[in-house]
Nanobody, 124 residues
């Protein structure tokens, strides 16, 4: 069983950048499909990005494509989300998640383990 802890959230102006990190412990990190999701107040949790075991295959929500980059360092047991050109609508609690599926997945229900979330606030 893997435990996930996010960090790197904060307050940033529109157009700015943040890098989120997700440190994992327990389990075998490199064997999990990983993903980032977010949830804004009053909205459902939504998919942001996902990455394969090796990091070679990634997938993004249309709303973040070209601005966000997901990556992983299996040697450091850490998942990242580089967020550039942030917009007010990106403000949310961001969660990292791990899945035992064998291919990257955008489906919330496919993820077995979740972090506690980190807050991202974007001022206009």
């Amino acid at each position: 069983q893997v435990q996930l802890v996010e960090s790197g959230g904060g307050l940033v102006q529109a157009g700015g950048s943040l890098r989120l990190s997700c440190a994992a412990s327990g389990g075998t990190f490199s064997e999990y499909i990983l993903g980032w999701f977010r949830q804004a107040p009053g909205k459902e949790r939504e998919f942001v990005a996902t990455i394969s075991w090796s990091g070679r295959i990634t997938s993004y929500a249309d709303s973040v494509k070209g601005r966000f980059t997901i990556s992983r360092d299996n040697a450091k047991n850490t998942l990242y989300l580089q967020m550039n050109n942030l917009k007010p609508e990106d403000a949310a609690i961001y969660y990292c998640a791990a899945s035992t599926k064998v291919v990257p997945t955008t489906q919330h229900a496919d993820y077995n383990y979740w972090g506690q979330g980190t807050q991202v606030t974007v001022s206009s």
